[in-house]
């Protein structure tokens, strides 16, 4: 056995005790250890990042597992049960490959079933990204960006600061909870359907800019869904959102017609009292 192991009870004696219950050589001991301790720089563990990706030519991540001064252990995943994956494996993060036919689907599911895991979004193009964000991803990345910007999200994005814990926000007088569906102002709350509070934070995404049937299709529902769906089903769940709006004053659904909808935030009694002003 060795001495260092032989003087384990001095140690622990001196610890519990102080150094003047301990024998010499048990303290010189502890002291030899903690000085190594401090000596000894501790490399940060790997970080595990699993690619929802059809293959892994994709500029944005080429290379980032040769990346310093963190190690990046990447494994790539099949589309098909990503999220039953993400949950057994438990990585830091998950990088979805925006140019999958099913890629906001896989962020909306990984978004359900493990909802503080990080999800960046590799985009395609600008298109994709309002209906990424609106289904769940924490960040994006353009496909063609170089791997040290997507290095650089990633390690954001798994420190305290970039994880999605919070589910609620705060918006001037409105108060959004996304577990619970609800929006409040002034001591109202309403509750939200699951596709309502997809609408309103789509809607949200673009305060006071027009946002197309069409994105909001694309934003909320998958495409076999839409094609299941009547014609005007956007304009029925606006209605919807609009109406339950009107309830707690806060803000409101305004339709630009030939363009589509969008959201003001500006509380309703202001809007009426200025509206009053220019009349009178």
Same mark, same amino acid.
């Given at each position: 056995m060795s001495s260092g192991a032989n003087d384990l009870p001095g140690i622990c004696t001196a610890l519990n005790m102080g150094e003047s219950s301990?024998?010499?050589?048990?303290?010189?001991?502890?002291?030899?250890?903690?000085?190594?301790?401090?000596?000894t720089p501790v490399a940060p563990s790997p970080l595990r990042v699993l690619l929802v990706a059809s293959d892994t030519r994709l500029p944005a991540t080429t290379g980032l597992a040769s990346r310093i001064p963190r190690a990046i252990e990447i494994e790539r995943i099949p589309a098909a049960g990503s999220a039953a994956a993400t949950a057994r494996l438990e990585p830091d993060a998950v990088v979805v490959d925006g140019r999958l036919a099913s890629a906001i689907r896989v962020v909306r599911e990984l978004r359900t079933s493990t909802p503080t895991v990080p999800v960046l979004f590799v985009a395609d193009g600008l298109d994709s990204v309002a209906p990424a964000i609106c289904a769940?991803?924490?960040?994006?990345?353009?496909?063609?960006?170089?791997?040290?910007?997507?290095?650089?999200?990633?390690?954001?994005?798994?420190?305290?600061?970039?994880?999605?814990l919070s589910?609620?926000?705060?918006?001037?007088?409105?108060? @959004?909870?996304?577990?619970? /569906?609800? %929006?409040?102002?002034? &001591?109202?709350? =309403?509750?939200?359907?699951?596709? *309502? @509070?997809?609408?309103?934070? /789509?809607? %949200?995404?673009?305060? &006071?800019?027009? =946002?197309?049937?069409?994105?909001? *299709?694309?934003?909320?529902?998958?495409?076999?869904?839409?094609?299941e769906q009547p014609t005007n089903i956007v304009a029925v769940y606006v209605a919807y959102v609009r109406r339950k709006l009107a309830r707690i004053g806060g803000c409101s659904i305004r339709t630009i017609t030939n363009v589509g909808y969008a959201l003001d935030l500006t509380p309703i009694e202001r809007r009426v009292a200025a509206s009053r002003r220019k009349t009178s």
């Open positions: 301990a024998s010499p050589m048990a303290i010189s001991s502890l002291r030899t250890s903690s000085s190594s301790l401090r000596s769940g991803a924490t960040d994006f990345v353009m496909a063609t960006a170089p791997p040290a910007e997507t290095l650089i999200r990633l390690q954001f994005l798994t420190t305290a600061a970039g994880r999605p589910t609620t926000r705060v918006i001037g007088s409105l108060h @959004l909870d996304r577990d619970a /569906r609800t %929006l409040s102002s002034s &001591g109202r709350t =309403v509750k939200f359907t699951p596709i *309502e @509070l997809k609408m309103f934070e /789509r809607l %949200l995404l673009q305060p &006071g800019q027009p =946002v197309s049937r069409a994105e909001l *299709e694309r934003s909320i529902w998958r495409q076999d869904e839409v094609d």
